[in-house]
């Protein structure tokens, strides 16, 4: 099946720095998403982003589907980004992995005071 | 637009009890998946259900189980509870099939503890 890959799995940072987060997957997909789990559990969508570039406020994020990887991006940032950040891919109808989202391990993110 | 719903959000059961979650998805959204997450495991898909029928199922016992009604609402089913099924079960809605290229909606989770 399709492997997700993310790094790195933890990030330290100062608030107010940049920061890359990257999603590297095995197959071709049809659908791409970024989530930052909340401190409750709760996965709240970022982007669905399964190709091209997308902005919003500090956040952007870009997929290269022919190089199968995704990079988010977070500048400026806050203490209020720290939580854990997951990609997730769906394979195209009628492959083996289709009908579901594979989820990476996750990157936790840590903004300092 | 009200998001996706799912009750109860905490559950303590003990060892060899069955347990039933409730998950309602965005108004509109006709298809419900679920997955199980484990700081082991990671988040692992369970089963997708879509106009009343189940559509594609993941690798997990016959002990895990769900439906969905009518109305899109969907209910999960834990039987003969052991202690590894301790985990947070998410709910996700979207418009159309899991498979297609459509956003996937998370609910807030339930968080169940087997004792």
């Known amino acids: 099946g399709i492997q997700v890959e993310q790094s790195p799995p933890d990030l330290i940072l100062q608030e107010g720095a940049n920061s890359t987060l990257r999603c590297n997957f095995s197959?071709?997909?049809?659908?791409l998403q970024w989530f930052h789990q909340n401190p409750w559990g709760q996965l709240i969508n970022l982007f669905y982003i399964p190709s091209g570039t997308k902005q919003n406020g500090r956040l952007s994020a870009t997929t290269v589907a022919t190089e199968r990887y995704s990079l988010l991006y977070i500048s400026s940032s806050q203490t209020t980004d720290s939580g854990v950040y997951f990609c997730a891919v769906g394979a195209p109808l009628g492959s083996s992995n289709t009908g579901k989202l594979i989820f990476g391990q996750g990157t936790t993110l840590q903004v300092k005071p | 637009k009200a998001g996706v719903t799912q009750t109860p959000r905490y559950l303590i059961k003990t060892r060899g009890q069955q347990v039933t979650l409730s998950c309602s998805p965005i108004?509109?959204?006709?298809?419900v998946s679920w997955y199980q997450q484990t700081p082991g495991q990671g988040l692992q898909f369970l089963f997708e259900y879509f106009s009343e029928t189940q559509r594609n199922k993941g690798n997990f016992p016959g002990r895990f189980s769900g439906r969905q009604f009518s109305n899109s609402r969907s209910e999960m089913n834990v039987s003969t509870l052991e202690l590894g099924d301790s985990a947070l079960y998410l709910c996700?809605?979207?418009?159309?099939?899991?498979?297609?290229?459509?956003?996937?909606?998370f609910g807030p989770g339930t968080r169940l503890t087997v004792l």
């Open positions: 996700a809605s979207s418009r159309t099939l899991a498979g297609s290229t459509d956003t996937q909606y």
């Open positions: 197959d071709s997909v049809n659908n």
């Open positions: 108004s509109g959204h006709r298809s």
